[in-house]
């Protein structure tokens, strides 16, 4: 089954204590992106990345790190989380053609940093 | 960044009532997509639309591409229980990066 998988779906830490968030596609999509969504904000892009080792900042980056080392998998780090970043976070992947903006997104990671 | 003006941000109605939202920018989009969020899950891709005047259908919804390129349009018709939740229009600029801005979102409550 195609799909974008995240772990984990709930994640209660402290302030400053570092975390990663997984994030791995089954669909072999080049474009992978971080969103955190809060309310009344919708859904903002954190970073993205359009290859293997090719990351970008997207609206809101700070606090957050990413790698891509390998197509698949694209994981969130958060070196040391503040309350600000309670937030619930998704994932998502499609396809690098111009013919096709369409993103597939993950279950979502409810994160709270007290 | 860039944000869109989705109305309303939400909507009581009946069963067997149409629905409809929308989504407006100040600058101009390439291509609209429309999601749908349930409870504890992530966005879902209803509809998506990649060029000005376009009209598609997707069973009972249907959604447009403005002809300005600046808005978007969703219809819902004859709702039923199963279409509750927030629903949210997308726009991409081919700036090369992939990058949707998001609505705010329409939540969607049926009323028994």
């Known amino acids: 089954e195609a799909q974008v998988t995240q772990n984990p779906r709930y994640l209660i830490t402290v302030t400053g204590k570092k975390l990663t968030v997984t994030c791995s596609q089954n669909m072999n999509h080049e474009y992978m992106s971080w969103y955190r969504q809060d309310p009344g904000l919708g859904l903002r892009q954190i970073y993205y990345s359009m290859n293997v080792e090719v990351t970008d900042k997207g609206d809101v980056p700070e606090g957050y790190k990413v790698s891509r080392k390998e197509k698949r998998n694209f994981p969130l780090i958060l070196e040391s989380p503040s309350p600000n970043q309670t937030s619930l976070y998704f994932c998502?992947?499609?396809?690098?053609?111009?013919?096709?903006?369409?993103?597939?997104f993950g279950p979502g990671t409810r994160l709270t940093v007290t | 960044g860039q944000q869109l003006n989705q109305s309303p941000q939400s909507m009581f109605i009946q069963e067997g009532e149409d629905v409809s939202m929308n989504c407006t920018s100040s600058s101009i989009f390439n291509t609209w997509l429309w999601y749908k969020q349930e409870p504890g899950e992530g966005p879902v891709l209803l509809i998506a639309l990649y060029k000005a005047g376009e009209l598609t259908s997707n069973g009972r919804l249907t959604a447009q591409f403005g002809i300005t390129r600046k808005d978007s349009f969703l219809n819902i018709s004859a709702s039923i229980p199963s279409d509750v939740g927030i629903y949210f229009c997308?726009?991409?600029?081919?700036?090369?990066?992939?990058?949707?801005?998001f609505g705010t979102g329409t939540r969607l409550t049926i009323i028994p």
């Open positions: 997308a726009g991409h600029v081919n700036f090369g990066n992939e990058k949707l801005t």
């Open positions: 998502a992947s499609s396809y690098q053609r111009a013919s096709s903006y369409e993103q597939y």
